[in-house]
Structure formats: structure tokens, C-alpha cells
């Protein structure tokens, strides 16, 4: 859940901006997440199982039913951005680098 809040945090911040500058009008923002269980948090109104609210949970579910959040699930394998976060084998990082349009082809 803190990963979603920091990336949500920085996603509103350039939403703000981009609005501000008039370059183009931004209402909402959807993000990609392969931790099903804190989508299906941020998703729901009762929490009664949680033993612990953070404040970014707060800020998250706020976001959300303002319409200005929406979270989708993406599966791992196909989860790009693991490439900065995580270690990867070989022809995970070659097939996420082709993905993002880095290198024509890189062969694994």
C-alpha cells in the first residue's frame, strides 16, 4: 500500500500540473498494481479485519471516491515497472525493455 500512496502522491502532483500549464485537462489517473489484496482494500468502505490505518491508506481511499484514482490489476509477469524494482532474470528484463521501447529488439 505505501508504493501505490508515494506513486498516487507524485501521479496527482503532475495531474496538478499538467492542469495548471493548460496543456491538457487531466481528471483521473489509473494506476497499475499485481497486489490484488490492497486493490481490493482501497476498493471496499469497510476495513474491519485491518488492525492498522495509515494515513496513506486514508489518502488513497479519499482519492478514489473522488474519482481522481482508479487502481487495475495487472498480472506480475507483465508488471514493467518491476524492472526498476525488482531482480530479474534475463528474459524478464530483455522482455521488459522491449516492452518499453528502449531497444528496437533485445534478445534474451
Known sequence: ????????????????????????????????????????????????????????????KELIKKGKLVLKYIKTEDQIADMFTKALNKNMLCKFINKCGIYEEVLP
Open 1 to 60: 500500500m505505501w508504493q501505490i500512496s508515494v506513486a498516487a502522491t507524485d501521479a496527482c502532483w503532475l495531474m496538478n500540473l499538467i492542469n495548471d500549464f493548460n496543456i491538457e485537462k487531466i481528471s483521473q489517473v489509473v494506476m497499475f498494481s499485481d497486489n490484488q489484496g490492497a486493490i481490493m482494500v482501497a476498493n471496499t468502505d469497510s476495513v474491519k479485519r485491518l488492525k492498522h490505518i495509515d494515513i496513506r491508506f486514508h489518502y488513497i
